[in-house]
């Protein structure tokens, strides 16, 4: 009897899923939610035993983009890659995983070649639908730890097709969802999320990661040196689950102190893609100079109008730190500084007093504070600012049938 790959690979996601409860849990915690899990995907299997699609429709793409969930396709954080793909004469499809009941209602699902415990079998048989359906010769992950990757690398690769998963931000943070490692490439954006990678207790699967730089940074963020004195500040915002958070919450209130004591400063506030910016909307209409940025600014065109980036915990530093901006680190909160801020941009600032002391010394040391910056974003980001053009050129090899030189990353579950 041969070997069955899908069955195997379900039995290692156990063990996997098993270790990251543990990671978290005692051993009472972790079984009563991996029983729980467990229940839930196996009615979900038991459902999609009886909603197979009897034939499916096939539109063939070269690229599929398959982002993370529907929402995420309104925020475009891709539309310069899909551009530039198809601009080089390749047929892209973009569309999103799709929750359980629609994957149900829509009998999205196709028996997998190989047999499998019932708790995978509905993942299994959306990403075989997913893979028949689309046919792609590159299909481009977007969700980080999605259990459907093992699967439809499983799918892809039976059709000598390949899976690729492209890092939305830096790969230095602890959430648990980076252990997913299971892809034929994993574009990184640069060593210091290679490094973050192969530094984790806990992965699953392998993959040859590249560093590809980010596809979502152009010559748009080439910017001359700005002039030390303009006196206007760009905020990055936080993600709308870190607003809720107390220490995040203080941080925004301190700024907001600092900003109501020194009115000759702006102060410009480019919002998170999924945040409204409550907290700042209501400051801007009490103090004339803060205003927060509409969403149709880009990024780029904000460090455009400014001398310096505060920034919380946000992946935008980078790209600030690209644009030549130097860069103060204030964070009221008690979170690890993940991008190792203080290393290049000082201690860690906490009160008013300190920013303006760090303001004064920026202003008057700005060539090295640019610097700095420079530097920053170099151990964060390979290929600076041809980070799009690159990764173009990397999926058109790929498509081509070359392969690309990277680092191999293996399964590494525990010490």
């Known amino acids: 009897m041969g070997s069955n790959p899908w069955s195997t690979k379900a039995r290692d996601l156990d063990r996997y899923r098993w270790m990251l409860l543990r990671e978290r849990h005692g051993i009472v915690g972790s079984s009563v939610r991996f029983l729980r899990e467990a229940i839930s995907d196996w009615l979900f299997g038991i459902r999609a035993k009886t909603r197979l ?54 009998a999205m699902l196709r028996r997998p ?23 792609p010769k590159v299909l481009l992950n977007d969700r980080n730890g999605s259990l459907h990757a093992p699967f439809l690398r499983l ?33 990184l954006f640069g060593q210091s999320s290679l490094a973050a990678l192969k530094s984790r207790n806990l992965r699953f699967g392998s993959s040859l990661a590249v560093l590809a730089g980010s596809h979502m940074i152009d010559d748009s963020y080439d910017l001359p040196v700005a002039d030390p004195h303009l006196h206007t500040l760009l905020v990055l915002g936080v993600g709308p689950d870190k607003e809720k958070d107390a220490g995040y919450r203080a941080t925004y209130e301190l700024l907001r102190d600092w900003a109501a004591a020194n009115p000759t400063y702006r102060v410009l506030i480019k919002a998170h893609p999924r945040s409204c910016v409550p907290f700042w ?35 935008a530093v980078i790209e600030a730190a ?17 991008f190792e801020q203080s290393r290049f941009f000082g201690r860690c600032i906490n009160n008013t007093k300190q920013i303006s002391e760090r303001l004064n010394n920026i202003e008057n040391n700005y060539s090295a504070a640019v610097s700095a910056s420079v530097s920053f974003a170099n151990y964060h980001l390979a290929q600076g600012n041809k980070g799009l053009v690159n990764c173009l050129t990397l999926l058109e090899s790929l498509v081509s049938g070359d392969s690309c030189v990277g680092v191999p990353l293996i399964e590494r579950l525990g010490k």
């Open 53 to 106: 699609a009897t034939r499916v429709e096939a539109q063939p793409c070269d690229f599929l983009l398959l982002q993370s969930a529907p929402k995420v396709l309104a925020f475009q954080r891709k539309k310069k890659l899909i551009a530039g793909i198809r601009e080089r004469g390749y047929t892209l499809t973009e569309t999103a995983l799709q929750p359980p009941r629609v994957v149900l209602r829509d």
């Open 113 to 135: 070649p190989f047999s499998l415990p019932t708790r995978y079998f509905g993942l299994a048989a959306y990403a075989q639908w997913l893979v028949e359906h689309h046919q």
């Open 155 to 187: 799918a892809l690769n039976a059709r000598q097709r390949l899976l690729v998963h492209l890092a939305h931000a830096t790969t230095v943070e602890g959430s648990r969802r980076l252990g997913m490692n299971d892809y034929d490439y994993y574009f």
């Open 281 to 315: 909307q209501d400051v801007s209409t009490q103090l004339s100079n803060v205003r927060v940025l509409p969403k149709e600014c880009t990024l780029a065109e904000a460090l455009s109008q400014v001398s310096i980036v505060v920034n919380v915990m946000s992946n």
């Open 322 to 338: 690209l644009a030549r901006r130097p860069v103060m680190y204030v964070n009221a909160s008690s979170d690890q500084d993940i």
